[in-house]
């Protein structure tokens, strides 16, 4: 069964960093395309960002570029979130999510695009 489980999360204040882990299970996350979501209460969904199944190249909305970093461990089969210079509007659910296809640039930051969702993992940003 193929199943993705957020860690990572917490408080912290404005300007410090955490990194989220995403562990996948029942499958390689090296064949699919896999990004972070984050939804703050009261909002939709919206893309962080994602690496590409097919090139491994990485995209981010413009409101993380610079401050997140998304990688791939494939031998722990694990996905990661650097996020630093973290400020309130952060704050939020964080989700993992995989697709099994290639996004052209953009598109996989759209929720809709995914299949398979973890649970999310709270990050709160406040001093």
């Known amino acids: 069964q193929l199943q993705l489980v957020e860690s990572g999360g917490g408080l912290v204040q404005p300007g410090g960093s955490l990194r989220l882990s995403c562990a996948a299970s029942?499958?390689?996350?090296?064949?699919?395309?896999i990004g972070w979501f984050l939804q703050a209460p009261g909002k939709e969904r919206e893309g962080v960002s994602y690496?590409?199944?097919?090139?491994?190249?990485?995209y981010y909305a413009t409101s993380v570029k610079g401050r997140f970093t998304i990688s791939r461990d494939n031998a722990k089969n694990t996905l990661y979130l650097q996020m630093n210079s973290l400020i309130p509007e952060d704050t939020a659910l964080y989700y993992c999510?995989?697709?099994?296809?290639?996004?052209?640039?953009?598109?996989?930051?759209?929720?809709?695009?995914?299949?398979?969702w973890g649970q999310g993992t709270q990050v709160t940003v406040s001093s």
């Open positions: 999510a995989a697709a099994e296809f290639t996004f052209v640039q953009g598109v996989g930051l759209n929720p809709s695009r995914y299949k398979y």
């Open positions: 690496i590409n199944n097919s090139d491994g190249r990485t």
């Open positions: 029942g499958f390689s996350l090296n064949y699919y395309t």
